[in-house]
C-alpha cells in the first residue's frame, strides 16, 4: 500500500537563486532490509549480487549523516563492516559534501566485502521521520537516523545489537539507554570501546580528523575555477580541452602536461598540452582531470630539455633555464576542474624542524609527500615528536584560493624512515595497492586441503572433462623454485604426420565463482603484485599454491587448448574445453635450455625428483621421450615465431635485474636476467594459445569479449631512436611494425653487441602501453595487437595472477558450451572493469620497479667510492643541454650524467682521466654534444661507451636514488663483449634474506625482566580484556539463544 505525501525544499537554480520546490513522497512497507538476518521476506526482489548485510558480525552500525559525511574515512576501513547508511545521510553527502565523497561512499556499499548497504529510510512507511516546523536540520537528522536504527532492531527481531553513532552529546544521553542492545554512543567512544584494539590507530585518524573539522572552512575546491555549466560549454564548443594533468617528476613545480582523455585506442593519447609554472597549474594535482585554455601561439613555450634534478628543484635551485629548450609545444593553464584525484599519499616531516614549521596557519605543519610531484601539504597533529622519523600517510581535505598549500589531515604510520618494512609499504601505498591478509570468510568458502581432510577430485566433474592423464606427456617449465604454475604443455606426432600442440591453463574459474568473496577480492587485486624480495598473491594460497598449481605427480581441473598441426605448423583443427591433466615433470629454464643442448643424463636425473626412482630401461625411455618432447616444443615455437615475425612482430629488448646475496645476507650482486631460447619457446606457446582464445571469444561474443590493444607507436616517439641508430650508419624504418622490425634486425654492430640491444630497449619505451579493452567499445579494425604483429590478442595463460584471465576463461568456457549458465558482464560492465585491471596492471609494474630501484640502492649503500663493483661501463643513449642519459649494462640501470652544473660550470676529463670541474659551455646536436672549456674542447656521441662511478645518493623524504659520476670519456677497462660470459658466472637467485635482516633488527629490541610473578599481578590487577567487541559478542550470541 503508497502512502503519498509532499516534501518541500528549498534549492539553488544554475543561477545561484533559491527557489522552492515541492515534491511527491510515495511510501510503502515493503523497501527491503538488505539483511541476511531477515526473517522475512524482504529482499527477494533485491537484484542478484545485491550486497547484504553480513550475519557474522557482532553489530550493525548507523552513522547520523554528519557522522557520515565528516568520518567516512573511518567507515571506509575493511574491519567495519555491517553498515547502514540511511538515504537520508546519503542525500546529505550528496547535496552538502562533493562529488568525491559521495562517490567514496557509493564505492563502501558496491563492495560487497564491506556488506554496507543504503537504507530508504524516507520511502519506508514506519522508517521515515516528518520534519517538525521550525526544526534544526541537523536535529532532524539525527531523529531520522535514530527512527531507522530503531525500525531495524525491530524489524529484525532484537537478534543483532544495533549502534547509532552521532555527536549530538544531548541526543546520546536522551536515547543511549532507552532501548536494550539499541545504542546511541559518541563516535570517539564507539572507536575507542570497540575497534581501538582491532584497528591500530584509528583513534589517530578520529582526532586528525577531528581537528579538520573543527577548522573546515565552506568548500572552496571550486572557488576560482569557471562555472560547471560555462565549463561544459566551452568544452563542447572546443574552446577548452579536458584532459588528465601529468606533472614532470624530474621538474614538479615547473611543468606539467594535460594527457588529452581517450577518444579510441588508436593513439596512446592526444598531443599533450603544457602547463607551465604552479600558477597555471591553479591548485590542480598530479592524475586530476582537469579543463584548460590554451593560451595564445604567442605565449606558447617549450619542454625543458635540461636534466633536472628533482631534489635540488625542491629546495629551490632546480634548472630553470628558458633558454635550454625544445620547439615550442601548445601551452595553456587551467580554468577548472572536473575531477580529483586526491589519494593516499606517503610522506614526512622535514629533517630540519625550522622548515616544517616555518609555515604556520592555525597550528598546523607541513609535511613532504614522497612522490615528487605532489605539493607540500599542509597538516594538524599532536604527535610531531612521536612521528618526526615516520614515514606516514596523509590525505588532502582541501586547497584554498589564497593558501600556497593544500591543507589535509594524517591518517596513520608505516613506520620508521629507512627500514624495509616501512619502505615497501610506501611503495604500496604509492601505487595504491592493497594487500592486506585474506579473510576468514574468504578462506571459508573455499575448498579444504589437508593432512587430515585432503582434497579430492568429484567423479562427477571428472566425468565431464577430458581426460589428458594417460594419453599426453604433460610437463611445466617455470622460474626455479616457481610455486604458482598456472601452465603446462605438450606436444605429440600424431599417425598421420601431423603435430598436436597442446597449452594446458589452470581451471580458477572451477574454484572461484562469479561474484563470490574470493572472486570480488580477485576482481579488486587484479593481480600478483610481485616486488624484489616478495610477492602479494591475487589468489589464496590454497589455490595460487595448491589446488590449481600444476604441479607434477598431481591431477588437477584444467583448461586447455588443442592443436592439430600441419608439418609447415599451419593450423588444421582446434580444440577448447576442460580437462584433467597429470603433470609428469616439473623442470626450470636453465635446465630445459641444457637438455636440448644435450646435458648428460646423470646431470637431468639429478634435477629432476621425479625421475630419482627410476632404473634401467624405464628411465632411459622416460628420458629420451622428455628430451624429444623439449626438442619438438622449441621446433614448433621457432616455425610459429617465424610466422609472426614475417608478419612484423617486433622483438624488443628490456633488462629485468636479480639480486645476488651473499651468505651473510648482504646483497652481493646485481645481475641482468640472462636470456634463454626456452624462454623464446614458452613466451611463443603462450602468445599462441592467447591469440586463439581471443580469436574464439570475439566470434562469440562481439560485443562483450575481454580483449588486449596494442595501438600504434606515435611517430614523434622514435625520435631519440633514429638518433642514436643514425650515430652507428643506421636508419630505422617505423611506417609499419614488419619495416621496424626489419630494421632493428639490421642494426647489428659486430664489435659492439650492446648496441642491438640497446636499440630495441629504446623502441620498447617509444612503444604505447598495451590496454585491455572490450570488443563493443571499439572498431574491429582496431582489435590488432602491434607489438606481436595480431589481428586479435587476450590474456588466457595465467588465471592464478591475472583477473582479466580468470574473466576471459568464463567467456571461453561459454563460448564452447551449448547452454549458456553464466551471466556475462555487460559491454560497458566489461569496459569500467578492463579500465580497472589497466590501472592495476600499471600499478603493480611501478611497484615491481620501485622496489627493484631500492635494492638496487641497498646494494650500492656503504661501498666506497673505489669499490670496483662501482665503477662501470655506460653507453649513451640521450643527449641534453646539460648533460647525457646513460645504460649501464652489467646492472641493467639507466640513469642521468651531468656535464655542466647548476652554476654554469662544465666538466672535463683530462689526459689522466681526471674529471674536473671549470668555466666553459655544452652545445647539444642531434647526434652528439660538446662540452667547450678553458681546458679544451670534448665531444660525447650516441651509443658512445664511457667509465661512470656510481654512487648512492641518499634522500630523508623521498626514495633513495643512485648518482652517475663521469670518470671518463673512454670505456671502462673490462671488454663488454665478455658481458654475457660475466652474466652467465653470476647465476642470480631469489631475494629473501634481505627481508630476513629486517626481521632479525626488530627481534634484537631490548626487552626488560617483569618478574616471575607478572601474570599473576596481572590478572588481579590490569586492565580486563574484555572490550565492546567481546561484549557484543555476547549480546549477539544470548539473542541467537533466545530465537532457538
Same mark, same amino acid.
Given at each position: 500500500?503508497?502512502?503519498?505525501?509532499?516534501?518541500?525544499l528549498?534549492?539553488?537554480?544554475?543561477?545561484?537563486?533559491?527557489v522552492?520546490?515541492?515534491?511527491e513522497?510515495?511510501r510503502?512497507e515493503?523497501?527491503?532490509?538488505?539483511?541476511?538476518?531477515?526473517?522475512?521476506?524482504?529482499?527477494?526482489?533485491?537484484?542478484?549480487g545485491?550486497?547484504?548485510l553480513?550475519e557474522?558480525?557482532?553489530?550493525y552500525?548507523?552513522?547520523?549523516?554528519?557522522?557520515?559525511?565528516?568520518?567516512?574515512?573511518?567507515?571506509?576501513?575493511p574491519?567495519?563492516?555491517?553498515?547502514?547508511?540511511t538515504?537520508?545521510?546519503v542525500?546529505?553527502?550528496?547535496?552538502g559534501?562533493?562529488?568525491?565523497l559521495?562517490n567514496?561512499?557509493k564505492?563502501?556499499?558496491?563492495?560487497?566485502?564491506?556488506?554496507?548497504?543504503?537504507?530508504?529510510?524516507?520511502f519506508q512507511t514506519?522508517?521515515?521521520?516528518?520534519r517538525?516546523?521550525?526544526?534544526?536540520?541537523?536535529?532532524?537528522?539525527?531523529?531520522?537516523? &535514530?527512527?531507522?536504527?530503531?525500525? &531495524?532492531?525491530?524489524?529484525?527481531?532484537a537478534?543483532?545489537?544495533?549502534v547509532?553513532v552521532?555527536?549530538?552529546?544531548?541526543?546520546?544521553?536522551?536515547f543511549g539507554?532507552?532501548? +536494550?542492545?539499541l545504542?546511541?554512543?559518541?563516535?570517539?567512544?564507539?572507536?575507542d570501546?570497540f575497534?581501538?584494539?582491532i584497528?591500530?590507530?584509528?583513534?589517530?585518524?578520529?582526532?586528525?580528523?577531528?581537528?579538520?573539522? #573543527?577548522?573546515?572552512?565552506?568548500?572552496?575546491d571550486?572557488?576560482?575555477?569557471?562555472?560547471?555549466?560555462i565549463l561544459?560549454?566551452?568544452?563542447? !564548443?572546443?574552446k577548452?580541452q579536458?584532459?588528465?594533468?601529468?606533472?614532470?617528476?624530474?621538474?614538479?613545480?615547473?611543468?606539467?602536461?594535460?594527457?588529452?582523455?581517450?577518444?579510441?585506442?588508436?593513439?596512446?593519447?592526444?598531443?599533450?598540452?603544457l602547463?607551465?609554472?604552479?600558477?597555471a597549474?591553479?591548485?590542480?594535482?598530479?592524475?586530476?582531470?582537469?579543463?584548460?585554455?590554451?593560451?595564445?601561439?604567442s605565449q606558447?613555450?617549450?619542454r625543458?630539455?635540461t636534466?633536472?634534478?628533482?631534489?635540488?628543484?625542491?629546495?629551490g635551485?632546480?634548472d630553470?633555464?628558458?633558454?635550454?629548450r625544445?620547439?615550442?609545444?601548445?601551452t595553456?593553464?587551467?580554468v577548472?576542474?572536473?575531477?580529483?584525484?586526491?589519494?593516499e599519499?606517503?610522506?614526512?616531516?622535514?629533517?630540519d624542524e625550522?622548515?616544517g614549521?616555518?609555515?604556520?596557519?592555525?597550528?598546523?605543519?607541513?609535511v613532504?609527500?614522497?612522490?615528487y610531484?605532489?605539493?607540500?601539504?599542509?597538516?594538524?597533529?599532536?604527535?610531531?615528536?612521536?612521528?618526526?622519523d615516520?614515514?606516514?600517510?596523509?590525505?588532502?581535505?582541501?586547497?584554498?584560493?589564497?593558501?600556497t598549500?593544500?591543507?589535509?589531515?594524517f #591518517? +596513520?604510520s608505516?613506520?620508521?624512515?629507512?627500514?624495509?618494512?616501512?619502505?615497501?609499504a610506501?611503495?604500496?601505498?604509492e601505487?595504491?595497492?592493497?594487500?592486506?591478509p585474506?579473510?576468514?570468510a574468504?578462506?571459508?568458502?573455499?575448498?579444504?586441503?589437508?593432512?587430515?581432510?585432503?582434497?579430492?577430485?568429484?567423479?562427477?566433474?571428472?566425468?565431464?572433462?577430458?581426460d589428458?592423464r594417460?594419453?599426453?606427456?604433460?610437463?611445466?617449465?617455470?622460474?626455479?623454485?616457481?610455486?604458482?604454475?598456472?601452465? =603446462?604443455?605438450?606436444?605429440?606426432?600424431?599417425?598421420?604426420?601431423?603435430?598436436?600442440?597442446?597449452?594446458h591453463?589452470?581451471?580458477?574459474?572451477h574454484f572461484?565463482?562469479?561474484?563470490?568473496?574470493?572472486?570480488?577480492?580477485?576482481?579488486?587485486?587484479?593481480?600478483t603484485?610481485?616486488?624484489?624480495?616478495? +610477492?602479494?598473491?591475487?589468489?589464496?594460497?590454497?589455490l595460487?599454491a595448491n589446488?590449481?598449481?600444476?604441479v607434477?605427480?598431481?591431477?588437477r581441473?584444467?583448461?586447455?587448448?588443442?592443436?592439430?598441426l600441419?608439418?609447415?605448423?599451419?593450423v588444421?583443427?582446434?580444440?577448447?574445453?576442460r580437462? #584433467?591433466?597429470r603433470?609428469?615433470?616439473k623442470?626450470?629454464?636453465?635446465?630445459?635450455?641444457?637438455m636440448?643442448?644435450?646435458?648428460i643424463d646423470a646431470?637431468i636425473?639429478?634435477n629432476?625428483?621425479?625421475?630419482h626412482?627410476?632404473?634401467?630401461?624405464?628411465?632411459?625411455?622416460?628420458?629420451?621421450?622428455?628430451r624429444?618432447?623439449? $626438442?619438438?616444443?622449441?621446433?614448433?615455437a621457432?616455425?610459429?615465431?617465424a610466422?609472426?615475425?614475417?608478419?612484423?612482430?617486433?622483438?624488443?629488448?628490456?633488462?629485468?635485474?636479480?639480486?645476488?646475496?651473499s651468505e651473510?645476507?648482504?646483497?652481493?650482486?646485481l645481475?641482468?636476467?640472462?636470456?634463454?631460447?626456452?624462454?623464446?619457446?614458452?613466451?611463443?606457446?603462450?602468445i599462441f594459445?592467447?591469440?586463439?582464445?581471443?580469436?574464439?571469444?570475439?566470434?562469440?561474443?562481439?560485443n562483450?569479449?575481454?580483449?588486449?590493444?596494442?595501438p600504434?607507436?606515435?611517430?614523434?616517439?622514435f625520435?631519440?631512436?633514429?638518433?642514436?641508430?643514425?650515430s652507428?650508419?643506421?636508419?630505422?624504418?617505423?611506417?609499419?611494425?614488419?619495416q621496424?622490425?626489419?630494421?632493428?634486425?639490421?642494426?647489428?654492430?659486430a664489435n659492439?653487441?650492446? #648496441?642491438?640491444?640497446l636499440?630495441?630497449?629504446?623502441? =620498447?619505451?617509444?612503444m604505447?602501453?598495451a590496454a585491455?579493452?572490450?570488443?563493443?567499445?571499439?572498431?574491429?579494425?582496431q582489435?590488432?595487437?602491434?607489438g606481436?604483429?595480431l589481428?586479435?590478442?587476450?590474456?588466457?595463460?595465467s588465471?592464478? /595472477?591475472?583477473?582479466? $584471465?580468470?574473466?576471459v576463461?568464463?567467456q571461453l568456457?561459454?563460448?564452447?558450451k551449448?547452454?549458456r549458465?553464466?551471466?556475462l558482464?555487460?559491454?560497458?560492465q566489461?569496459?569500467d572493469?578492463?579500465?580497472?585491471?589497466?590501472?592495476k596492471h600499471?600499478s603493480?609494474?611501478?611497484?615491481?620497479r620501485?622496489?627493484?630501484?631500492l635494492?638496487?640502492?641497498?646494494?650500492?649503500?656503504?661501498?666506497g667510492?673505489?669499490?670496483?663493483?662501482?665503477?662501470?661501463?655506460?653507453?649513451i643513449?640521450?643527449?641534453r %643541454?646539460?648533460?647525457?642519459f646513460?645504460?649501464v649494462?652489467?646492472?641493467g640501470?639507466?640513469g642521468?650524467?651531468?656535464?655542466?652544473?647548476?652554476?654554469?660550470?662544465?666538466?672535463?676529463v683530462?689526459a689522466?682521466?681526471?674529471?674536473?670541474?671549470?668555466?666553459?659551455?655544452? %652545445?647539444?646536436?642531434?647526434?652528439? !654534444?660538446?662540452?667547450?672549456?678553458t681546458?679544451?674542447q670534448?665531444?660525447?656521441?650516441?651509443?658512445?661507451?664511457?667509465t661512470?662511478k656510481l654512487?648512492?645518493q641518499?634522500?630523508?623524504?623521498?626514495?633513495?636514488?643512485? +648518482?652517475?659520476?663521469?670518470?671518463?670519456?673512454k670505456?671502462?677497462?673490462?671488454?663488454?663483449?665478455?658481458?654475457?660470459?660475466?652474466?652467465?658466472?653470476q647465476k642470480?637467485?631469489?631475494?629473501?634474506?634481505?627481508?630476513?635482516?629486517a626481521?632479525?633488527k /626488530?627481534?634484537?629490541?631490548?626487552?626488560?625482566?617483569l618478574?616471575?610473578?607478572?601474570?599473576?599481578?596481572k590478572?588481579?590487577?590490569?586492565?580486563?580484556?574484555?572490550?565492546?567487541?567481546?561484549?557484543?559478542?555476547?549480546?549477539?550470541q544470548?539473542a541467537l539463544? !533466545?530465537?532457538?
Amino acid at each position: 500500500m503508497l502512502e503519498k505525501s509532499n516534501r518541500h525544499l528549498r534549492l539553488k537554480n544554475v543561477h545561484g537563486k533559491n527557489v522552492c520546490v515541492v515534491r511527491e513522497v510515495y511510501r510503502r512497507e515493503d523497501i527491503p532490509c538488505l539483511s541476511k538476518l531477515c526473517l522475512g521476506q524482504c529482499n527477494e526482489q533485491c537484484p542478484e549480487g545485491s550486497s547484504l548485510l553480513p550475519e557474522n558480525v557482532t553489530h550493525y552500525v548507523i552513522p547520523d549523516p554528519q557522522t557520515a559525511r565528516e568520518y567516512l574515512e573511518i567507515f571506509e576501513n575493511p574491519h567495519i563492516q555491517g553498515i547502514i547508511f540511511t538515504q537520508t545521510a546519503v542525500q546529505s553527502i550528496q547535496h552538502g559534501g562533493s562529488r568525491r565523497l559521495y562517490n567514496r561512499l557509493k564505492a563502501v556499499v558496491k563492495d560487497r566485502r564491506k556488506g554496507s548497504v543504503i537504507f530508504h529510510n524516507e520511502f519506508q512507511t514506519y522508517a521515515h521521520c516528518e520534519r517538525e516546523p521550525g526544526e534544526k536540520q541537523a536535529q532532524w537528522h539525527v531523529r531520522a537516523t &535514530y527512527k531507522a536504527a530503531e525500525w &531495524y532492531f525491530n524489524h529484525l527481531a532484537a537478534s543483532i545489537p544495533v549502534v547509532m553513532v552521532t555527536d549530538e552529546d544531548q541526543f546520546v544521553y536522551d536515547f543511549g539507554h532507552k532501548t +536494550r542492545n539499541l545504542f546511541v554512543v559518541k563516535l570517539r567512544d564507539y572507536l575507542d570501546g570497540f575497534w581501538s584494539e582491532i584497528i591500530p590507530g584509528i583513534t589517530d585518524l578520529f582526532t586528525s580528523l577531528q581537528e579538520v573539522s #573543527v577548522h573546515k572552512t565552506k568548500d572552496t575546491d571550486y572557488v576560482g575555477y569557471l562555472p560547471l555549466e560555462i565549463l561544459s560549454k566551452g568544452i563542447k !564548443c572546443g574552446k577548452y580541452q579536458q584532459g588528465f594533468l601529468q606533472v614532470n617528476k624530474s621538474n614538479a613545480s615547473q611543468e606539467a602536461f594535460i594527457r588529452r582523455t581517450k577518444v579510441d585506442l588508436t593513439e596512446d593519447s592526444g598531443s599533450d598540452i603544457l602547463i607551465p609554472g604552479m600558477a597555471a597549474r591553479n591548485r590542480a594535482i598530479h592524475g586530476d582531470l582537469v579543463v584548460v585554455e590554451i593560451l595564445p601561439k604567442s605565449q606558447w613555450q617549450s619542454r625543458s630539455n635540461t636534466i633536472s634534478n628533482p631534489a635540488s628543484e625542491e629546495k629551490g635551485d632546480g634548472d630553470k633555464a628558458v633558454s635550454d629548450r625544445a620547439d615550442t609545444m601548445p601551452t595553456g593553464k587551467i580554468v577548472g576542474i572536473l575531477q580529483r584525484n586526491w589519494r593516499e599519499y606517503v610522506a614526512c616531516f622535514s629533517q630540519d624542524e625550522e622548515t616544517g614549521r616555518g609555515d604556520k596557519k592555525a597550528g598546523k605543519l607541513l609535511v613532504i609527500p614522497w612522490d615528487y610531484r605532489i605539493p607540500k601539504i599542509r597538516i594538524s597533529t599532536r604527535q610531531v615528536d612521536a612521528l618526526r622519523d615516520h614515514r606516514i600517510i596523509v590525505r588532502i581535505d582541501s586547497w584554498e584560493p589564497d593558501s600556497t598549500y593544500p591543507n589535509g589531515h594524517f #591518517v +596513520r604510520s608505516l613506520g620508521k624512515i629507512g627500514d624495509l618494512e616501512a619502505e615497501v609499504a610506501a611503495i604500496l601505498v604509492e601505487n595504491d595497492l592493497r594487500v592486506p591478509p585474506f579473510s576468514e570468510a574468504q578462506l571459508n568458502e573455499l575448498p579444504q586441503d589437508t593432512t587430515q581432510n585432503p582434497w579430492k577430485m568429484s567423479e562427477e566433474e571428472v566425468s565431464s572433462r577430458r581426460d589428458l592423464r594417460d594419453s599426453h606427456l604433460i610437463f611445466s617449465i617455470d622460474p626455479k623454485g616457481c610455486e604458482d604454475v598456472d601452465d =603446462t604443455l605438450s606436444v605429440k606426432r600424431l599417425d598421420n604426420g601431423n603435430l598436436e600442440l597442446g597449452v594446458h591453463i589452470a581451471d580458477v574459474t572451477h574454484f572461484v565463482a562469479p561474484n563470490s568473496l574470493t572472486d570480488i577480492e580477485a576482481q579488486s587485486r587484479s593481480t600478483t603484485v610481485y616486488l624484489a624480495d616478495r +610477492r602479494y598473491d591475487m589468489l589464496p594460497g590454497v589455490l595460487s599454491a595448491n589446488l590449481c598449481s600444476l604441479v607434477s605427480g598431481v591431477d588437477r581441473y584444467a583448461v586447455s587448448v588443442i592443436w592439430e598441426l600441419s608439418p609447415s605448423y599451419e593450423v588444421v583443427d582446434v580444440w577448447y574445453g576442460r580437462t #584433467v591433466i597429470r603433470s609428469q615433470y616439473k623442470l626450470f629454464y636453465e635446465l630445459a635450455q641444457a637438455m636440448h643442448e644435450g646435458i648428460i643424463d646423470a646431470e637431468i636425473v639429478r634435477n629432476i625428483p621425479e625421475l630419482h626412482d627410476l632404473w634401467g630401461e624405464e628411465l632411459e625411455i622416460r628420458l629420451q621421450g622428455l628430451r624429444e618432447a623439449i $626438442d619438438e616444443l622449441m621446433a614448433v615455437a621457432r616455425g610459429l615465431k617465424a610466422r609472426r615475425v614475417k608478419s612484423g612482430a617486433l622483438e624488443l629488448e628490456s633488462v629485468e635485474v636479480q639480486v645476488q646475496l651473499s651468505e651473510t645476507k648482504s646483497i652481493e650482486n646485481l645481475n641482468p636476467k640472462q636470456h634463454l631460447e626456452i624462454h623464446d619457446t614458452i613466451a611463443e606457446c603462450m602468445i599462441f594459445a592467447n591469440h586463439w582464445v581471443a580469436k574464439k571469444i570475439a566470434e562469440m561474443f562481439p560485443n562483450q569479449a575481454l580483449l588486449r590493444h596494442h595501438p600504434l607507436p606515435k611517430d614523434e616517439q622514435f625520435g631519440n631512436l633514429r638518433s642514436c641508430a643514425s650515430s652507428r650508419g643506421f636508419n630505422i624504418e617505423t611506417s609499419s611494425n614488419k619495416q621496424l622490425a626489419e630494421s632493428l634486425d639490421r642494426c647489428v654492430d659486430a664489435n659492439d653487441p650492446v #648496441v642491438n640491444k640497446l636499440l630495441r630497449s629504446l623502441a =620498447t619505451q617509444a612503444m604505447s602501453n598495451a590496454a585491455y579493452f572490450c570488443t563493443g567499445c571499439l572498431p574491429r579494425d582496431q582489435f590488432f595487437h602491434y607489438g606481436l604483429a595480431l589481428d586479435a590478442y587476450t590474456h588466457f595463460t595465467s588465471p592464478i /595472477r591475472r583477473y582479466a $584471465d580468470v574473466i576471459v576463461h568464463r567467456q571461453l568456457l561459454e563460448a564452447v558450451k551449448k547452454d549458456r549458465t553464466i551471466s556475462l558482464p555487460t559491454c560497458t560492465q566489461l569496459e569500467d572493469l578492463s579500465q580497472h585491471i589497466n590501472k592495476k596492471h600499471r600499478s603493480s609494474q611501478y611497484a615491481q620497479r620501485e622496489s627493484q630501484e631500492l635494492f638496487q640502492c641497498l646494494y650500492f649503500r656503504g661501498r666506497g667510492t673505489e669499490d670496483e663493483n662501482c665503477i662501470v661501463d655506460a653507453v649513451i643513449f640521450q643527449l641534453r %643541454t646539460n648533460g647525457l642519459f646513460v645504460f649501464v649494462p652489467r646492472y641493467g640501470i639507466k640513469g642521468p650524467v651531468y656535464l655542466k652544473s647548476k652554476d654554469g660550470q662544465v666538466l672535463y676529463v683530462t689526459a689522466t682521466d681526471e674529471a674536473e670541474w671549470t668555466s666553459g659551455d655544452v %652545445t647539444k646536436h642531434d647526434t652528439y !654534444c660538446v662540452v667547450d672549456s678553458t681546458l679544451g674542447q670534448q665531444k660525447y656521441c650516441l651509443l658512445q661507451h664511457i667509465t661512470v662511478k656510481l654512487s648512492l645518493q641518499d634522500s630523508w623524504a623521498h626514495a633513495s636514488s643512485l +648518482r652517475l659520476e663521469l670518470l671518463s670519456n673512454k670505456p671502462h677497462k673490462k671488454p663488454l663483449t665478455d658481458m654475457e660470459d660475466v652474466a652467465k658466472q653470476q647465476k642470480a637467485s631469489i631475494i629473501q634474506e634481505v627481508s630476513s635482516e629486517a626481521v632479525e633488527k /626488530r627481534l634484537q629490541l631490548e626487552s626488560y625482566d617483569l618478574g616471575e610473578n607478572f601474570l599473576q599481578l596481572k590478572h588481579k590487577y590490569g586492565q580486563s580484556e574484555d572490550s565492546m567487541y567481546h561484549l557484543f559478542t555476547s549480546f549477539k550470541q544470548t539473542a541467537l539463544n !533466545c530465537d532457538t
